[in-house]
């Protein structure tokens, strides 16, 4: 094995605990990859459409119901409306 050699990846060892139960974990990857954690091409359609929605109806009407201290239900409604 010369100096460069490429050395298998150690094993990742972690413990979760919920409610006094543990589970214990170990993960072991031969190769390193990155993991992507970008949105996936439908995630960013629904994030271009959650935006417009917000920019054209209920940006306006924010101040209106913060004044009030009314719970948006036009809003609510548009949400729901959309999907």
């Known amino acids: 094995m010369g ?3 490429r050395q ?5 060892t972690f ?3 919920n409610k006094g139960r543990s589970t ?8 390193q990859k990155p993991v992507d ?4 091409k439908e995630q960013k ?3 271009e459409r959650v935006d417009r929605l917000v920019k054209e109806r209920i940006a ?6 913060d004044q009030a201290i009314e719970a948006p239900r036009e809003d609510i409604q548009d949400l729901h409306r959309e999907g």
């Open 45 to 47: 359609l629904l994030v």
């Open 8 to 12: 298998p990846a150690p094993a990742v």
């Open 24 to 31: 214990r974990f170990v993960c072991q990857n031969q190769e």
């Open 60 to 65: 306006r009407r924010a101040a209106q119901y």
């Open 37 to 40: 954690f970008g949105l996936t």
């Open 3 to 5: 100096l460069f050699a």
């Open 15 to 17: 413990t979760l605990s």
